[in-house]
């Protein structure tokens, strides 16, 4: 049998397979509620096999989203068309999760193909907030750093997402706590210089996201799980590193997060990142086997070859795909015949099989 389609479960929830649809930004909401694009944008990812298919960065508030064009989820209005959604998914065998976000500095940017710059207010654009108030590069707005009394409203923000996120039907919740959005700038001293019980010491750090999580457990169902995307490393020196990693998901496996997305960077602007095939994948690594918890491979993954053999080698326990799940909405199928292994199709696909 092979690994790629060996089920695996997350508390009651049960993946047919280890293909995970990663959360992609596309820029095609207006005002968060999600949209046709939407439907068939994760849908057909269902059709095609996914056991796992994730929204993308799904702002728990207006001041958290990246552009004008994210998705939200922090009004009662956007519960309806995500069921929608939600229930498509379901009912083609595929589980659906939501990644709850707030960008931080790197909120009120234009979408990426109007080159993606920051917006002023004459613009659409709105404040930024961050840990502390150090732009992200040269040229970008100094945001205004968070109170103590600010941070408790994101995390009651990330609450209050959660709720409408079990409404809406989904069945896992990932935070987003990678790529230079709000929570990874609390984590990495690079971007965080507060001296107060979120800034300075590792343990001080990681509060943010450790309180985000609680609260999310207060009202999460025990048996649905919660994941959390984290950015490895700042690929810089003195930034947030592997071994910080390790440290935290010792800590989140021991509060009830139940896997790591193990991504990298995106806190630092200008940082060479050593791309090659799977360059991701010794985080995912080092992370399951120094804090034993489960971990989900991220990262130049591109064939059902390559994603076997991470999972062959224990280096991971998802194999969690963006881009070759663009070129491809029918991966995991096209993965099953590579491997001869018999899987459902849609009953409208049969004659195709």
Known sequence: ????????????????????????????????????????????????????????????????????????????????????????????????????????????????????????????????????????????????????????????????????????????????????????????????????????????RIRFLTEIVNAVKEIWPSEFPIFVRISATDWVEDGWSVEDSVGLSVKLKEIGVDLVDCSSGGNISKVRIPLEPGYQVPFAKAIKHGASIPTGAVGLITSAEQAEQILKAGDADLIILARAFLRDPYFALHAAREFNVDVDWPEQYLRAK
């Open 1 to 204: 049998m092979s690994n790629l389609f060996t089920p695996i479960s997350f508390r009651s929830i049960n993946l047919k397979n280890r293909i995970v649809v990663s959360p992609m930004c596309q820029y095609s909401s207006e005002d968060g509620f999600a949209n046709d694009w939407h439907l068939v944008h994760l849908g057909s990812r269902a059709i095609g096999g996914a056991g796992l298919i994730i929204t993308e960065a799904t702002a728990v508030s207006p001041q958290g989203r990246i552009s004008p064009s994210d998705l939200g989820i922090w009004k009662n209005e956007h519960i309806a068309p995500f069921k929608r959604i939600t229930s498509f998914i379901l009912g083609h065998g595929s589980v659906p999760g939501i990644q709850l976000a707030h960008a931080g500095r790197k909120a009120s940017c234009g979408v990426p193909w109007k080159a993606g710059k920051y917006l002023s207010r004459s613009e659409g654009g709105w404040e930024i907030l961050a840990p502390s108030p150090i732009a992200f590069n040269e040229g970008a707005p100094i945001p205004r750093e968070l109170t103590v009394s600010d941070i408790q409203s994101v995390i009651s923000d990330f609450k209050k997402a959660a709720v409408r996120a079990l409404q809406a039907g989904f069945r896992l919740i990932e935070i987003h706590a990678a790529h230079g959005y709000l929570v990874h700038e609390f984590l990495s001293p690079l971007s965080n210089q507060r001296n107060d019980d979120y800034g300075g010491s590792f343990e001080n």
